[in-house]
């Protein structure tokens, strides 16, 4: 069966500190990998998505970036944090046929002070 | 951008009772999700639907696809303590196809009181 990790699970981080949350995905291969932020008490907001290795889809423009070195591997990125990147970051896998439903990981909490 | 409102945004109900929530759009979609979320972790894929007029169950759950393709409603009956928590909508516009955007609703926190 299919499994999807994230870490860490929680995260406090200065501003203006890097950032960098992994995701990977086992038991499947050449998902559709996501990265969703939630704010306290909201919906989810994608700011990324990814088909192949080295395609990234970028949602939202700010100061974060993905990556995604190899087929079950996402890795969300900063290079400099600001407050209003605090937030519950989930990483999400689908397969690859289209309107697949979204499987997503426990989340990050990241705490920017 | 495209939205989803769900509603309502919060109930408290008390065991036992049926609870329904529902989401809409102006948009046609092409696929329904319904998730829960406990505190602190990702959301659940509770149910999906794909065909306009689906009504599809998962124990004490039954979600359905409108016939408009604009809605969906999910209806929990006999509730529990344990289905506490946020649910969730998400959706697949028709006007996306292709690139895999899901649209999440704001979600519906529910409460059961015992």
């Known amino acids: 069966s299919q499994t999807i990790h994230q870490w860490p699970a929680t995260l406090v981080q200065p501003v203006g500190s890097p950032l960098s949350l992994e995701c990977t995905v086992e038991?499947?291969?050449?998902?559709?990998l996501y990265w969703y932020r939630q704010a306290a008490g909201r919906g989810l907001q994608l700011l990324f998505y990814?088909?192949?290795?080295?395609?990234i889809s970028s949602e939202v423009p700010q100061n974060l970036s993905a990556s995604r070195p190899q087929d079950r591997q996402f890795i969300l990125s900063s290079k400099k944090l600001l407050l209003s990147d605090s937030g519950f970051y989930l990483c999400?896998?689908?397969?690859?046929?289209?309107?697949?439903?979204?499987?997503f990981g426990n989340g990050t909490r990241l705490t920017v002070t | 951008g495209q939205q989803l409102n769900q509603s309502p945004q919060s109930m408290f109900i008390q065991e036992g009772e049926d609870v329904s929530m529902n989401c809409t759009s102006s948009s046609i979609f092409n696929t329904w999700l319904w998730y829960k979320q406990d505190p602190g972790e990702g959301p659940v894929l509770l149910i999906a639907?794909?065909?306009?007029?689906e009504l599809t169950s998962n124990g004490r759950l039954t979600a359905q696809f409108g016939i408009t393709r604009k809605d969906s409603f999910l209806n929990i009956s006999a509730s529990i303590p344990s289905d506490v928590g946020i649910y969730f909508c998400a959706g697949l516009p028709l006007s996306t196809s292709g690139t895999y955007k899901y649209i999440f609703g704001t979600g519906t926190r529910l409460k059961v009181l015992a």
């Open positions: 639907l794909y065909k306009a007029g």
């Open positions: 038991g499947t291969s050449n998902p559709n």
């Open positions: 990814s088909v192949g290795i080295g395609q």
């Open positions: 999400a896998w689908s397969s690859g046929t289209e309107a697949s439903p979204l499987h």
